[in-house]
């Protein structure tokens, strides 16, 4: 199994909503990431977990809020967004988060936010 | 301030000739290059990945050419097939104590049968 799995593919929310994304691999990887991605851009990192603890966090604003509640599991709660947050949100992982790795990457979250 | 630059926004190529996809990149402590591959509505997929002490790594119709001095990479796939149509991404990391990667903007493909 080298999937990344993300749920749900699709979601439109208003600016007073409370939503969550979700990611999960089952590859035994020990570090799950975040990333963003606008349209015609490169993605850009948000947040990495390494062994379930926040190893980075790229200055995100807080109404984004990640949370690993097990090696497989990574969530991104969702909070009075504003329309400039509509991307595409990409989860990865990879076995490790020291020395260089290859990132798998799930299909990712196309958020719209109205 | 874009430290992996992919300049060139798109790329078109006759089926069965070679494609070359280039890279420059600024920072001089990335020492591990990746080029993944994306479809429309899905996410990256990894190609192939080589490591600053190499200047090539190949596999299958895909290698890698990675020149330090000019901070400069490339993508060769050759043949190209249509199937090869897709954003081509450009990514670095600095290694050491973490994997972050910097990718580039990406580079459409388009193979013409």
């Known amino acids: 199994d080298t999937e990344v799995t993300q749920t749900p593919k699709h979601l439109v929310m208003g600016m007073t909503n409370k939503k969550s994304l979700k990611c999960e691999q089952h590859?035994?990887?020990?570090?799950m990431y975040w990333y963003k991605q606008k349209a015609k851009k490169p993605p850009e990192l948000m947040f990495v977990?390494?062994?379930?603890?926040?190893?980075i966090n790229e200055s995100v604003p807080s109404r984004f809020s990640p949370e690993c509640p097990n090696s497989s599991l990574l969530n991104l709660h969702l909070h009075a967004l504003q329309p400039e947050d509509s991307a595409l949100y990409l989860c990865?992982?990879?076995?490790?988060?020291?020395?260089?790795?290859?990132?798998?990457f799930g299909s990712g979250t196309q958020l719209s936010v109205l | 301030d874009q430290q992996v630059k992919q300049n060139s926004p798109s790329l078109s190529v006759q089926e069965g000739r070679i494609s070359i996809l280039n890279c420059d990149y600024t920072?001089?402590?990335?020492?591990?290059f990746l080029w993944y591959k994306k479809y429309p509505a899905e996410g990256p997929t990894f190609l192939i990945s080589?490591?600053?002490?190499?200047d090539k790594n190949e596999d299958g119709r895909f290698t890698v050419f990675l020149n330090k001095s000019a901070k400069h990479l490339s993508l060769h796939i050759v043949p190209s097939q249509p199937g090869d149509s897709a954003v081509y991404f450009c990514?670095?990391?600095?290694?050491?104590?973490?994997?972050?990667?910097?990718f580039g903007k990406g580079i459409t493909l388009s193979v013409r049968p």
């Open positions: 990514a670095a990391s600095e290694g050491g104590a973490n994997s972050k990667l910097t």
């Open positions: 080589i490591s600053s002490i190499k």
């Open positions: 990865a992982s990879s076995q490790g988060f020291t020395g260089p790795e290859k990132l798998f």
């Open positions: 920072n001089s402590m990335f020492d591990y």
């Open positions: 590859m035994g990887h020990r570090a």
């Open positions: 977990y390494s062994y379930e603890k926040l190893s």
